[in-house]
């Protein structure tokens, strides 16, 4: 072999070697190139399910208290229209109704709030016995005010008396000229395992209500009214099962039919409410503080509290 042919044969290996070397550079310039890239998809798909978590949690949390399945626009006007205006003649024919567990008298100094009787209501949204508790109050209250803002909800699916139909006065406004009517709806119906109660936390307390309940409900049940420290009721008045497997319209709708066993528990509930808050108004107004309501004041339990 000549030394010319020697040298070209070298010269081809050292091109090749070069070649083949650069091939390797850039398999793996692009093998970095793909780790990283499926590395930041990866970082990228990660985000994205937090993200949707996050605001699907965020989503469930804000619309707990408005997540009902009940009525909405032109139905669930007819439906308030129904609630808070039950007919005169219809309340007086129910009196007691059905009611099992009739405020209860108690003493203490007089509750006030804007220089009027206060009504204080401690509850929470999934509770079925607020959820039963819900419907006397708005009839009853209607009688010396007007609400705005109620909305549907109903009861836990979990708890006892599941998923009563009934109504939330979260973000609700009530005005009257003879009462302050307050409500603290302390939880949502969405279970939070988080939580002490056990669902989603929504309102809580203050210290001179907190007092109230553990003086005249150490217990701390709930629902819990207290009508100007002048009677309180502790529990619900009647069964959650009346409202069994009724929406929000058939119920509204049976309040004017005295002889039906909606109305016989709600709005029995209903009078003696109006009873304990006439005897906070000084019977004012006469038109609705009527000797049927009341004589009703005979049926509550005597003082229990000091």
Sequence with gaps: MSRASGAGQSAGRR?????????????????????????????????????????????????????SNGPTGAALAKVIAETTSVPASTLAQVGAGSVSTPPAAVSG?????????EMLYIGAEYCPYCAFERWGMIVSLSRFGSFSGLRT?????????????????????????YLTFTPVEETTNVPDKNSPAGYVPLQ?????????????????????????????????????????????????????????????AVNGTANFMTAAICKMTSNQPASVCTPSVTGLQAKMAGASGS
């Design 15 to 67: 091109e090749r070697i070069a070649a083949q070397r650069a091939a390797e550079r850039r398999r793996a310039v692009r093998n970095r190139v793909l780790i990283v890239s499926g590395a930041v998809v990866v970082i990228l798909v990660i985000v994205i399910v937090f993200v949707v978590a996050k605001v699907s949690s965020k989503s469930t949390t804000s619309s707990a208290s408005s997540a």
């Design 109 to 117: 100094a007089p509750l006030t709030s804007g220089g009027k009787p």
């Design 153 to 177: 909800i109903h009861s836990s699916s979990t708890d006892a008396y599941p998923n009563t139909p009934t109504w939330t006065f979260y973000k609700s406004t009530y005005a009257s000229k």
């Design 204 to 264: 809580t307390p203050t210290p001179a209500q907190q007092a109230l309940l553990s003086k005249y409900n150490p217990g701390g049940s709930i629902p819990f009214v207290n009508f100007g420290n002048k009677y309180v009721i502790t529990g619900a008045s009647a069964l959650p099962s009346v409202l069994a497997g009724k929406s929000w319209a058939t119920i509204a709708a049976e309040l004017s039919d005295a002889s039906s066993p909606v109305a016989q």
